[in-house]
């Protein structure tokens, strides 16, 4: 979790909630550059793994310090990610990634675009998009790997390795200049390296720069039964209502949600 002060209050609990289940939370601080700090986070991430000796992991969840993902939801998700996973691999793909649903800081827009064109093949009915790194999670096994195939640089202090998972900039498509954040900088080096990245039904809330509520996809307080639906997914996912609800990259650039 990358945080340059510290979480949201709301996303302390959920965090806490996250730990009962027997999640170990690698974060940092200070780091004011978002890309930077994803960067900083993945080394941080790598040096805990290599030592752990405890409960085996199998998941690795990027969960920004703003966002709210109640246990549930984070079963859900995960239940996702193996469901996809599996179906992926059957195929002869290679295990994917996934990412809760929720709003881009200010507006009503998911935190998601489609792939420039509409020529990659669905996968259960979803199509593969560029989210937001809110909520984003991956197999441990799969991450490792994606992460040995990435360039390391020695960062400022001209001690420490940091694997380079993302950036921001400047990204020429095949008719346009637009901004890339790190966002889907990340999930565009995952595709690159054939992990593409599913948005699943699984609702998160998203804490706005001012205020300590968190607003959720389509309604502001979805009731607990309303966000239980959200999170029941069948033995083999069934597709999002519309292929139009998100925006393709250059129309609507992703948020940058990292700090």
Request: with cysteine; hydrophobic share 35%.
């Amino acid at each position: 979790m990358p945080s340059y002060n510290a979480p949201r209050d709301a996303t302390a609990r959920s965090l806490s909630h996250l730990r009962d289940l027997g999640a170990q939370v690698v974060s940092t601080r200070g780091v004011s550059d978002v890309a930077l700090a994803r960067c900083w986070a993945a080394a941080k991430a790598l040096h805990f793994i290599a030592g752990y000796d405890g409960i085996p992991l199998r998941y690795v969840l990027w969960h920004d310090d703003d966002i709210v993902l109640h246990s549930p939801a984070c079963r859900g998700l995960l239940g996702w990610l193996d469901t996809l996973s599996t179906f992926s691999v059957s195929q002869g793909g290679k295990p994917v990634a996934v990412s809760a649903r929720y709003l881009q800081q200010h507006g009503p827009a998911i935190a998601a675009s489609h792939l420039y064109g509409s020529e990659h093949q669905k996968l259960c009915g979803l199509k593969p998009v560029y989210s937001g790194l809110g909520a984003h999670a991956m197999h441990l096994e799969a991450w490792l790997a994606f992460c040995r195939k990435l360039q390391h640089v020695v960062t400022l202090d001209g001690t420490t390795m940091v694997p380079c998972v993302t950036a921001s900039g400047p990204l020429q498509l095949p008719d346009r200049v637009v901004w890339s954040s790190e966002d889907s900088t990340y999930c565009a080096l995952l595709e690159s390296a054939g992990y593409r990245t599913y948005l699943t039904p699984v609702l998160a809330g998203h804490i706005p720069r001012e205020g300590e509520k968190p607003r959720w996809p389509e309604k502001d307080s979805p009731t607990l039964d309303e966000r239980e639906r959200a999170l029941r997914y069948p033995s083999t996912p069934s597709p999002l209502a519309a292929d139009g609800d998100l925006p393709t990259p250059g129309r609507k650039l992703l948020h940058s949600t990292g700090n």
